[in-house]
Protein backbone atom coordinates (compact mmCIF):
# COMPACT_ATOMS: atom_id res chain seq x y z
CA UNK A 1 0.00 0.00 0.00
CA UNK A 2 1.47 3.30 -0.97
CA UNK A 3 1.04 7.02 0.58
CA UNK A 4 0.19 9.84 -1.47
CA UNK A 5 2.96 12.82 -1.00
CA UNK A 6 1.69 15.24 0.99
CA UNK A 7 2.99 17.84 -1.27
CA UNK A 8 1.03 17.30 -3.70
CA UNK A 9 -3.10 17.08 -4.07
CA UNK A 10 -4.89 14.16 -4.96
CA UNK A 11 -7.77 13.99 -7.20
CA UNK A 12 -10.01 11.66 -8.42
CA UNK A 13 -12.41 11.77 -11.46
CA UNK A 14 -13.74 8.71 -13.99
CA UNK A 15 -15.93 8.31 -17.10
CA UNK A 16 -15.19 11.93 -18.67
CA UNK A 17 -15.50 10.21 -22.15
CA UNK A 18 -13.56 12.74 -24.02
CA UNK A 19 -14.99 12.53 -27.74
CA UNK A 20 -18.52 10.86 -26.84
CA UNK A 21 -20.78 12.71 -28.51
CA UNK A 22 -23.22 10.00 -27.59
CA UNK A 23 -22.71 10.58 -23.62
CA UNK A 24 -24.39 13.92 -23.95
CA UNK A 25 -27.54 12.44 -24.39
CA UNK A 26 -26.91 9.50 -21.96
CA UNK A 27 -26.14 11.68 -18.75
CA UNK A 28 -27.72 14.40 -20.05
CA UNK A 29 -24.76 16.78 -19.88
CA UNK A 30 -25.07 20.20 -20.04
CA UNK A 31 -23.15 20.68 -23.54
CA UNK A 32 -24.52 21.81 -26.50
CA UNK A 33 -21.96 19.50 -28.49
CA UNK A 34 -19.03 17.44 -27.72
CA UNK A 35 -16.16 19.94 -28.70
CA UNK A 36 -18.05 22.26 -26.10
CA UNK A 37 -18.21 19.02 -23.80
CA UNK A 38 -14.31 18.44 -23.96
CA UNK A 39 -13.62 21.96 -23.59
CA UNK A 40 -15.13 22.60 -20.76
CA UNK A 41 -13.89 19.24 -19.26
CA UNK A 42 -9.82 20.60 -19.64
CA UNK A 43 -11.24 23.87 -18.22
CA UNK A 44 -12.82 22.51 -15.20
CA UNK A 45 -10.14 20.11 -14.78
CA UNK A 46 -7.57 22.57 -15.54
CA UNK A 47 -9.04 25.02 -12.83
CA UNK A 48 -8.62 22.92 -10.02
CA UNK A 49 -5.70 20.72 -10.61
CA UNK A 50 -2.21 22.12 -10.87
CA UNK A 51 0.81 20.46 -12.65
CA UNK A 52 2.33 19.58 -9.54
CA UNK A 53 -0.75 17.28 -8.26
CA UNK A 54 -1.77 13.88 -9.27
CA UNK A 55 -5.12 12.68 -10.19
CA UNK A 56 -5.88 9.21 -10.48
CA UNK A 57 -9.08 8.53 -13.31
CA UNK A 58 -10.90 5.61 -12.61
CA UNK A 59 -11.23 4.40 -15.89
CA UNK A 60 -13.13 6.01 -19.51
CA UNK A 61 -10.79 8.80 -19.35
CA UNK A 62 -10.92 9.05 -23.69
CA UNK A 63 -13.61 7.25 -25.89
CA UNK A 64 -12.90 8.70 -29.04
CA UNK A 65 -9.82 11.22 -30.17
CA UNK A 66 -9.30 12.93 -33.33
CA UNK A 67 -6.21 12.56 -35.71
CA UNK A 68 -4.75 10.45 -33.32
CA UNK A 69 -4.49 13.50 -30.72
CA UNK A 70 -5.24 11.85 -27.43
CA UNK A 71 -1.77 12.32 -26.77
CA UNK A 72 -1.92 15.65 -26.76
CA UNK A 73 -4.99 15.78 -24.78
CA UNK A 74 -3.34 14.45 -21.95
CA UNK A 75 -0.74 16.63 -22.23
CA UNK A 76 -3.33 19.68 -21.79
CA UNK A 77 -4.06 18.27 -18.58
CA UNK A 78 -2.51 19.79 -15.53
CA UNK A 79 -0.93 17.11 -12.95
CA UNK A 80 0.25 13.74 -13.41
CA UNK A 81 -2.38 10.85 -14.03
CA UNK A 82 -2.47 7.44 -13.08
CA UNK A 83 -5.38 5.68 -15.39
CA UNK A 84 -7.43 2.97 -13.70
CA UNK A 85 -8.20 1.64 -17.22
CA UNK A 86 -11.75 0.79 -17.99
CA UNK A 87 -14.12 -0.57 -20.31
CA UNK A 88 -14.01 2.47 -23.18
CA UNK A 89 -10.27 3.31 -23.24
CA UNK A 90 -9.71 2.82 -26.38
CA UNK A 91 -6.77 4.77 -26.77
CA UNK A 92 -4.56 3.02 -24.96
CA UNK A 93 -3.68 1.01 -27.82
CA UNK A 94 -1.36 4.21 -29.10
CA UNK A 95 2.24 4.31 -27.50
CA UNK A 96 2.58 7.62 -27.46
CA UNK A 97 -0.89 8.60 -25.70
CA UNK A 98 -0.13 5.85 -23.09
CA UNK A 99 3.68 7.16 -22.51
CA UNK A 100 2.12 10.77 -21.88
CA UNK A 101 0.47 9.05 -18.59
CA UNK A 102 2.28 8.62 -15.02
CA UNK A 103 0.72 5.14 -15.00
CA UNK A 104 -1.55 2.75 -15.94
CA UNK A 105 -3.80 -0.25 -13.63
CA UNK A 106 -6.96 -2.15 -13.08
CA UNK A 107 -6.71 -1.47 -9.45
CA UNK A 108 -4.83 0.30 -6.82
CA UNK A 109 -4.90 0.18 -3.02
CA UNK A 110 -3.39 3.69 -2.12
CA UNK A 111 -3.24 5.93 1.45
CA UNK A 112 -4.74 9.53 1.21
CA UNK A 113 -3.95 12.30 3.40
CA UNK A 114 -6.21 14.48 4.48
CA UNK A 115 -6.71 17.97 5.50
CA UNK A 116 -6.67 17.71 8.57
CA UNK A 117 -3.39 15.71 8.69
CA UNK A 118 -4.93 11.74 9.08
CA UNK A 119 -5.14 9.32 6.47
CA UNK A 120 -7.51 6.84 5.00
CA UNK A 121 -6.80 4.10 3.04
CA UNK A 122 -8.64 3.80 -0.55
CA UNK A 123 -9.36 0.97 -2.57
CA UNK A 124 -9.65 2.33 -6.28
CA UNK A 125 -11.03 0.76 -9.77
CA UNK A 126 -13.41 1.42 -12.70
CA UNK A 127 -15.88 -0.95 -11.47
CA UNK A 128 -18.25 -1.58 -8.11
CA UNK A 129 -16.80 -3.81 -5.73
CA UNK A 130 -19.70 -4.32 -2.62
CA UNK A 131 -16.87 -6.15 -0.08
CA UNK A 132 -13.71 -5.01 -1.71
CA UNK A 133 -10.28 -5.04 0.43
CA UNK A 134 -10.44 -3.47 4.04
CA UNK A 135 -14.02 -2.69 4.02
CA UNK A 136 -14.54 -3.95 7.42
CA UNK A 137 -11.60 -1.28 8.71
CA UNK A 138 -12.98 1.70 7.95
CA UNK A 139 -10.94 1.57 4.13
CA UNK A 140 -13.15 3.28 1.70
CA UNK A 141 -14.00 2.58 -2.22
CA UNK A 142 -13.64 4.73 -5.17
CA UNK A 143 -15.55 3.68 -8.55
CA UNK A 144 -16.90 4.76 -11.63
CA UNK A 145 -18.61 3.35 -14.71
CA UNK A 146 -22.57 3.20 -13.65
CA UNK A 147 -23.34 6.79 -14.96
CA UNK A 148 -26.49 8.02 -13.36
CA UNK A 149 -28.25 4.44 -14.50
CA UNK A 150 -30.59 1.75 -12.96
CA UNK A 151 -27.22 -0.35 -12.04
CA UNK A 152 -25.74 3.11 -9.99
CA UNK A 153 -29.11 2.72 -7.89
CA UNK A 154 -28.43 -0.99 -6.93
CA UNK A 155 -24.92 -0.17 -6.20
CA UNK A 156 -26.32 2.31 -3.82
CA UNK A 157 -29.23 -0.34 -2.58
CA UNK A 158 -26.32 -2.89 -2.21
CA UNK A 159 -23.77 -1.04 -0.49
CA UNK A 160 -26.66 0.45 1.83
CA UNK A 161 -28.11 -2.93 2.55
CA UNK A 162 -24.34 -4.40 3.58
CA UNK A 163 -24.31 -1.68 5.91
CA UNK A 164 -27.51 -2.49 7.53
CA UNK A 165 -26.29 -6.24 7.18
CA UNK A 166 -22.89 -5.32 9.53
CA UNK A 167 -20.25 -5.68 6.61
CA UNK A 168 -19.41 -2.01 7.11
CA UNK A 169 -18.55 -0.47 3.75
CA UNK A 170 -18.03 2.96 2.72
CA UNK A 171 -17.91 3.90 -1.28
CA UNK A 172 -18.70 6.66 -3.77
CA UNK A 173 -18.92 6.64 -7.00
CA UNK A 174 -16.24 9.51 -8.96
CA UNK A 175 -17.96 10.08 -12.23
CA UNK A 176 -17.78 13.32 -13.14
CA UNK A 177 -21.70 13.57 -13.95
CA UNK A 178 -21.80 13.12 -10.05
CA UNK A 179 -18.93 16.29 -9.52
CA UNK A 180 -19.47 19.15 -11.63
CA UNK A 181 -17.65 17.85 -14.76
CA UNK A 182 -14.16 18.07 -12.43
CA UNK A 183 -11.64 16.23 -10.50
CA UNK A 184 -12.69 16.20 -6.77
CA UNK A 185 -10.37 15.76 -3.36
CA UNK A 186 -11.40 13.02 -1.12
CA UNK A 187 -11.93 15.71 1.21
CA UNK A 188 -14.64 16.82 -1.14
CA UNK A 189 -15.85 13.72 -1.64
CA UNK A 190 -16.05 13.29 2.55
CA UNK A 191 -18.01 16.56 2.80
CA UNK A 192 -20.23 16.35 0.00
CA UNK A 193 -21.53 12.43 0.43
CA UNK A 194 -25.18 13.54 0.06
CA UNK A 195 -24.37 14.60 -3.31
CA UNK A 196 -21.74 11.19 -4.19
CA UNK A 197 -24.42 8.89 -2.50
CA UNK A 198 -27.99 9.69 -4.84
CA UNK A 199 -28.99 12.71 -6.76
CA UNK A 200 -32.13 14.44 -5.17
CA UNK A 201 -35.18 14.85 -7.30
CA UNK A 202 -38.24 16.98 -7.70
CA UNK A 203 -41.05 16.30 -8.99
CA UNK A 204 -43.12 18.91 -11.08
CA UNK A 205 -46.57 18.91 -12.20
CA UNK A 206 -48.21 21.83 -14.66
CA UNK A 207 -51.13 22.19 -16.94
CA UNK A 208 -50.37 22.61 -21.15
CA UNK A 209 -53.26 23.45 -23.15
CA UNK A 210 -53.63 19.72 -25.17
CA UNK A 211 -52.78 20.70 -28.98
CA UNK A 212 -49.57 22.69 -27.65
CA UNK A 213 -48.52 19.15 -26.32
CA UNK A 214 -49.34 17.43 -29.47
CA UNK A 215 -47.72 19.50 -31.89
CA UNK A 216 -44.11 19.61 -29.68
CA UNK A 217 -44.54 16.15 -29.23
CA UNK A 218 -43.93 15.84 -33.05
CA UNK A 219 -41.43 17.94 -33.26
CA UNK A 220 -39.74 16.42 -30.25
CA UNK A 221 -39.81 13.21 -32.01
CA UNK A 222 -37.14 14.25 -34.90
CA UNK A 223 -35.14 15.04 -32.13
CA UNK A 224 -35.77 11.56 -30.91
CA UNK A 225 -36.66 13.52 -26.93
CA UNK A 226 -39.80 12.73 -24.78
CA UNK A 227 -41.80 15.72 -23.83
CA UNK A 228 -39.99 14.77 -20.05
CA UNK A 229 -36.09 15.10 -21.56
CA UNK A 230 -37.21 18.09 -23.44
CA UNK A 231 -37.99 19.98 -20.21
CA UNK A 232 -35.03 18.79 -18.12
CA UNK A 233 -32.88 19.68 -20.92
CA UNK A 234 -34.59 23.37 -20.86
CA UNK A 235 -33.53 23.31 -17.29
CA UNK A 236 -30.15 22.45 -17.29
CA UNK A 237 -29.41 24.83 -20.51
CA UNK A 238 -31.20 27.50 -18.54
CA UNK A 239 -28.46 26.70 -15.27
CA UNK A 240 -25.84 26.38 -17.86
CA UNK A 241 -26.54 29.86 -19.50
CA UNK A 242 -27.58 31.43 -16.30
CA UNK A 243 -30.64 32.72 -18.41
CA UNK A 244 -33.25 31.34 -20.26
CA UNK A 245 -31.72 29.46 -23.40
CA UNK A 246 -33.89 31.54 -26.16
CA UNK A 247 -35.11 35.07 -27.10
CA UNK A 248 -38.76 35.65 -25.97
CA UNK A 249 -40.83 39.21 -24.95
CA UNK A 250 -43.24 40.49 -22.89
CA UNK A 251 -45.88 38.85 -25.04
CA UNK A 252 -44.52 35.97 -25.18
CA UNK A 253 -44.48 35.43 -21.45
CA UNK A 254 -48.00 36.14 -21.29
CA UNK A 255 -48.77 34.16 -23.72
CA UNK A 256 -47.56 31.43 -21.73
CA UNK A 257 -49.15 32.01 -18.59
CA UNK A 258 -52.18 31.70 -20.89
CA UNK A 259 -51.96 28.66 -22.45
CA UNK A 260 -50.49 27.51 -18.70
CA UNK A 261 -53.75 28.29 -17.39
CA UNK A 262 -51.71 30.67 -14.70
CA UNK A 263 -53.35 33.72 -15.88
CA UNK A 264 -56.65 34.16 -17.84
CA UNK A 265 -57.03 35.34 -21.41
CA UNK A 266 -58.26 38.65 -19.98
CA UNK A 267 -55.83 39.59 -17.72
Not at 167 to 187: A, H, Q, R, S
Not at 211 to 224: N, S, T, W
Request: glycine residues 6%; aromatic residues 10%; hydrophobic residues 35%.
Amino acid sequence: MKEASVLQKVFFTSDLHFGHENVLRFDNRPFASVEEMDAELVRRWNAKVGKGDLVYVLGDLIWKSRNGDAHNLIKSLNGQIILLKGNHDRFLHNAQAKAALAGIKDYDDICVTLEDGSARRCILSHYFIPLYNGHRHQAIHLHGHSHFTDEADLERKMAKELNESGFKNEIYNVGCMYWNYEPVTLDEILRQKAQSAEPAYETVEFTIDSDLYEQAGEILKRYGLTHEEATLLFFKETVRLGRIPFDYTQEDLLEAKCLSGEVDDGE
